[in-house]
């Protein structure tokens, strides 16, 4: 399969640059997620959050097939960055909405964790500890693993381990989170100018009737915004995630539990052809 998005990379996408060869195949990760949605003709804006390769790639769909994009980050000069080309982020840009912002604040990520999780996206936590099982997954990267085995309280990792310690603390704990803390992450964002700014998420979902939306931001933003993106996503529209594979990310893995545990959503496809993952799923009702 990969030999058609490369094809479809060289022709469409000649102006991205990778780094390796696992950077090019997550880029193909978008291709195969992106391109499940192409045929239906009731999508008309697609959000994302967070910007990179992907913006580039949903630029150029969104030439193709009239959607309109609308893309959230903090800095437009981070997608030159990651496609490593000025010339084509300008033109990215162009061709996209772009917010300069943050999706949620961080009093808001702080609130959310502060309180507790005893849900997530509607679902019980302990559903969705108990739906967790298909995204924990070390098989091509497990260099978390041992310290997540000690926040926990386990002897050595195991899946089961982490599904029975999370079910007995009935909750995140401090010290797995500080495991995938990074310096200027989501709960280091101090500057005044970020920290008092309104998050546009539920704006956007409010007032731009978004049929898609992309969650790829912060390693700890992602919970929170799938509460909003779930109360406030129309019937039929849908949500694509990256980084779904816990503990190579704490992203998205608990996100997508969720949607697996709600007979509201129908998971359409999860690719494992990366350890970070990728998953599209519809909401149904």
């Given amino acids: 399969m990969s030999q ?6 060289e022709k469409y996408f000649p102006g991205i640059q990778f ?4 950077e090019k195949q997550v880029f193909f990760s ?4 992106f391109s499940l949605l192409i045929l239906d003709p009731s999508i008309k804006k697609v959000l994302e959050i967070g910007g990179g390769q992907s913006t580039t790639l949903l630029a150029g769909m969104g030439q193709r097939v009239g959607w309109e994009i609308f893309t959230i980050d903090l800095n437009p000069q981070a997608i030159a960055l990651k496609i490593r080309s000025q010339s084509t982020s300008d033109e990215t840009i162009e061709n996209i909405n772009f917010h300069k912002g943050v999706s949620i604040n961080l009093s808001e990520i702080l609130s959310f964790y502060e309180r507790g999780v005893s849900t997530i996206g509607d679902i019980p936590f302990d559903q969705v500890v108990s739906a967790s099982l298909p995204f924990i997954d070390t098989s091509m990267d497990a260099r978390k693993a041992p310290k997540v085995a000690q926040a926990l309280g386990l002897c050595k990792f195991n899946n089961q381990g982490v599904i029975n310690s999370l079910m007995e603390s009935k909750k995140l704990k401090l010290e797995l989170l500080n495991v995938f803390k990074v310096p200027g ?5 101090t500057a005044s100018s ?3 700014s309104p998050g546009c998420l539920r704006e956007k979902m409010d007032t731009e009737n978004i049929d898609v939306v992309f ?5 700890f933003s992602s919970l929170p915004e799938w509460e909003i993106v779930n109360s406030t996503l129309r019937v039929g529209g849908y949500v694509m995630l990256h980084d779904i594979f816990f503990p190579k990310s704490f992203k998205n893995w608990l996100v997508c539990s969720s949607i697996i545990a709600n007979p509201n959503y129908e998971t359409l496809f999860i690719d494992r052809s990366t350890p970070q993952g990728l998953m599209v799923a519809q909401k149904k009702s």
């Fill in 4 to 9: 058609f998005e490369e094809a479809l990379q």
């Fill in 19 to 22: 780094s390796d060869e696992r």
């Fill in 30 to 33: 978008y291709i195969r997620g």
């Fill in 185 to 189: 992450d989501e709960f280091e964002q």
């Fill in 194 to 196: 970020i920290e008092s």
């Fill in 215 to 219: 969650l790829d931001s912060g390693e």
